[in-house]
């Protein structure tokens, strides 16, 4: 096995619940393999409190975590990455950077819970189900042999992921 830790990136639009649910799910499953980012096309000015509450009653240290945008990552100085994945629909669809090295990418598509309405505890509940679905997907991509797949397998490896249904991980 290499020793070798890859970087991922996790993009949403406003950076305030997938796209950091994912950061920190693969710091915390995989931090020894791989090291998490996340950004957002347009960030919001801080971090969702529905998401922030989730991640903290999951035991994540929530501490570094921040609201970021894309153009952090497109700087000369910027980690170079092995993966990008865009974990919202309208993300998918915008024009994002040219990446460094051409990373392996994936479209991990789910329900953005901020927009759901309702009760505080139908709103936590949406919360909840993003971060379950984004840990079933975090944790078939960590299980992933990505020393030995090539890049057409490990391609379609990455895009079965994101197949992975919304309600898988609750």
């Known amino acids: 096995m290499s020793d070798r830790k890859y970087n991922v990136l996790f ?20 931090n020894d393999r791989f090291n998490a980012y996340s950004a957002g096309t347009r960030p919001g000015s801080q971090l969702n409190p529905f998401a922030l509450q989730v991640l903290m009653d999951k035991g ?27 974990v919202c629909d309208q993300a998918a669809n915008e024009e994002c950077p040219a990446w460094e090295g051409q990373p392996v990418s994936g ?9 759901v309405e309702g009760t505080n505890a139908e709103k936590a509940l949406a919360f909840q189900r993003a971060y379950g679905a984004l840990k079933a ?3 078939s991509f960590v299980a992933l042999p990505i020393e030995s797949l090539d ?20």
């Open 137 to 139: 997907r975090i944790e």
């Open 151 to 170: 890049r057409i397998s490990l391609q379609k490896s990455v895009d079965d992921i994101g197949r992975i249904g919304p309600n898988d991980g609750t």
């Open 60 to 86: 994540h240290d929530i501490s570094a975590l921040r609201s970021k945008d894309l153009s952090e990552f497109s700087h000369i100085d910027a980690p170079h990455f092995d993966f990008v994945f865009t």
């Open 11 to 30: 993009i949403c639009v406003g950076n305030s619940a997938r796209s950091i649910f994912a950061e920190s799910l693969l710091r915390a499953i995989a």
């Open 107 to 115: 479209h991990w598509g789910m329900p953005d819970p901020v927009k």
